[in-house]
């Protein structure tokens, strides 16, 4: 990434945080989300199958079965509200959501304007690329970190940082959504991608033809939980207790295998203590 493209993502980034920080409303507290029987649960339809719209053209996947687990756990109806990767945090410091899912992955920068619950899942970072139809081959992490080579990102997504830090010499376009990505990059307008392999390993498969590769190369694994606005301890505490329930019965894993084909990379840790 040149220089001046590097600052000027950055600005954007500290700009959309103080916009964010700006709009928050009080969060309803677990006594009204009960007495109004209903949790606003965001959900991100373009990232299959955490979120995706079935043939009803309703909002559904991994993320709005864990919703609707919850709801049902406390007694509750679900409201699902459609969100993406760029506003799902401002949904949640505005108060138009509850809680917020979407594969938020969990970061110190998150950490300080959102509280987590304990982690839902795990994902693994890596490359997605081609086998060919590159600007130039990729075959290990350190190829990216060329002027030849062009990223394209998801806005908000956990690869931009890693990119900044590992491969500032690339060339780094951000879109709005997972469609358009894959889009590009089946299309050869840009080389590779940073991001999890959950989040790419479906949405590969609706561009037959196209040479896919991941890179064998694990970035890292990270922990994904659910986002509730910052000091809304009563809903967050709820929520551990229910999603330790939940890992208890096997309902996130067999979940989870319904709609991935497979465990997860990295198992969650049975662990009462949260």
Do not use: C
Not at 233 to 259: C, P, Q, S
Request: proline share 7%.
């Amino acid at each position: 990434m040149r220089p001046t493209h590097r600052r000027s993502v950055l600005a954007l980034g500290a700009g959309a945080l103080a916009g964010s920080l700006a709009q928050t409303a009080s969060a309803r507290p677990l006594d009204q989300v009960l007495s109004s029987r209903r949790l606003r649960a965001g959900i991100n339809p373009t990232l299959p199958p955490f979120g995706t719209f079935n043939d009803r053209n309703q909002i559904d996947g991994f993320d709005a079965d864990i919703a609707r687990e919850i709801a049902k756990r406390m007694n509750i109806e679900l409201e699902i509200v459609q969100v993406g990767s760029p506003d799902r945090i401002p949904f949640l410091q505005a108060d138009r959501i509850d809680i917020v899912l979407g594969a938020i992955t969990r970061t110190v920068e998150r950490a300080l304007v959102i509280d987590y619950t304990q982690p839902l899942h795990t994902q693994s970072v890596v490359v997605l690329t081609k086998e060919s139809g590159t600007a130039k081959p990729i075959a290990r992490l350190a190829d990216l970190n060329d002027p030849a080579v062009r990223l394209v990102q998801v806005r908000g997504t956990v690869g931009i940082p890693w990119i900044q830090a590992n491969a500032p010499r690339a060339q780094v376009t951000l879109l709005d959504n997972y469609p358009d990505t894959f889009r590009a990059l089946s299309q050869g307008r840009a080389d590779a991608m940073v991001d999890v392999y959950e989040s790419v390993v479906i949405p590969m498969r609706n561009f037959q033809g196209t040479p896919w590769k991941i890179l064998d190369e694990v970035i890292a694994s990270t922990w994904v939980g659910i986002g509730v606005q910052k000091g809304n301890y009563g809903l967050r505490d709820a929520l551990n207790v229910i999603l330790f329930e939940m890992h208890r019965a096997g309902f996130v894993n067999t979940t989870w295998e319904k709609w991935f084909g497979s465990p997860m990379r990295t198992p969650i840790p049975f662990n009462p203590m949260f």
